[in-house]
T-cell receptor, first 117, second 112 residues
């Protein structure tokens, strides 16, 4: 079974631009979560999507948004980029989300490294 | 604010030694606690997941324990190997909502 894939792997943008990151979950997984990882703040939860609906959201400004498609693929968008948005963005999938996470963990992709200049 | 703390931030030990990584959390009403491994520039790999009703989980040379009353979890690595060098993160999933809170990790270096 193929793992979680994320595209692109690396991205360089300038302040004020917007960016869209893509995540393809493991086949059959319906839950996709997004995380931001920075050296200062560590790994922080952005949001989770399940069956095309945002089920949970972390404490990030509205510039961060996402969506999930009927095939469970998910995209994350960041508008009006700031220098502090430079980070590794990770997505993770699981079959059913929280109900299943009691028994089975999430599976993480390799991440998209975003550099904002 | 719920927090997960990992001490130490970095650790170097000679190959072959047994070691313990520590994780503490402020929310005793957790849903589960997980330990992950992250290699440089890569995503996370789940090592062990302990449900709130469990006290420990074992996988090979790894053993993770959970003490909700004291808000602590430990990851025990037996007979360490250079391939164990990585950053180890613990994460607690809250019972109140579906959010997962990560510690900042312990960067482990096994000296050959």
């Amino acid at each position: 079974k193929a793992g979680v894939t994320q595209t692109p792997r690396y991205l360089i943008k300038t302040r004020g631009q917007q960016v869209t990151l893509s995540c393809s979950p493991i086949s059959g997984h319906r839950s996709v979560s997004w995380y931001q990882q920075t050296p200062g703040q560590g790994l922080q939860f952005l949001f989770e999507y399940f069956s095309e609906t945002q089920r949970n959201k972390g404490n990030f400004p509205g510039r961060f948004s996402g969506r999930q498609f009927s095939n469970s693929r998910s995209e994350m968008n960041v508008s009006t980029l700031e220098l502090g948005d430079s980070a590794l963005y990770l997505c993770a999938s699981s079959p059913f989300g929280r109900v299943d996470r009691g028994r089975e963990t999430q599976y993480f992709g390799p991440g998209t490294r975003l550099l904002v200049l | 604010k719920q927090e997960v703390t990992q001490i130490p931030a970095a650790l170097s030990v000679p190959e072959g030694e047994n070691l313990v990584l520590n994780c503490s959390f402020t929310d005793s009403a957790i849903y589960n606690l997980q330990w992950f491994r992250q290699d440089p520039g890569k995503g996370l790999t789940s090592l062990l997941l302990i449900q709130s009703s469990q006290r420990e989980q074992t996988s090979g040379r790894l053993n993770a324990s959970l003490d909700k009353s004291s808000g602590r979890s430990t990851l025990y690595i037996a007979a360490s190997q250079p391939g164990d060098s990585a950053t180890y993160l613990c994460a607690e999933e809250e019972n109140r909502d579906d959010k997962i809170i990560f510690g900042k990790g312990t960067r482990l270096h096994i000296l050959p």
